[in-house]
């Protein structure tokens, strides 16, 4: 834990291991998570649409789900800590409307299975 999803629409030119590694190391800078537990991944979006106008717009949505029993004033930093990573690090186009958005979700930990395999 925690799983880290970055879904950004293919007009951004998101250099995306870049960006998950600086993100990785902005969260185990709160030590709240153990280095190897962080998995991210980011996805390219090719077939999107924003609102109904035909303007230039993006998007990219980050999500971080995470075990379920940190207060909300924890969850409230995480999502403060990888929005300010995002906005810090990227070159956004001009002319571009560019909406950013953090959400983070909890999993049920009574439900929640993991093995860790190494060799």
Known sequence: MPHFTLE???NLPIKSQDLLL?????????????????KSR??????????????????LHAKLAILKGRSPEVR?????????VIQATQTW??????QLCVEV???DKETYAKAHLSN
Do not use: C, M, W
């Open 105 to 107: 979700l909890e999993i």
């Open 22 to 38: 600086k993100i990785n190391r902005a969260l185990v800078d709160t030590h709240h998570f153990e280095e190897i537990d962080i």
């Open 76 to 84: 409230r930093e995480l999502s403060e800590r990888v929005l300010a």
């Open 42 to 59: 980011a996805i390219r979006l090719d077939d999107v649409l924003i609102g109904t106008q035909s303007a230039d717009r993006a998007f």
């Open 8 to 10: 950004y629409s293919d």
């Open 93 to 98: 186009p001009a002319g571009l409307d560019v």
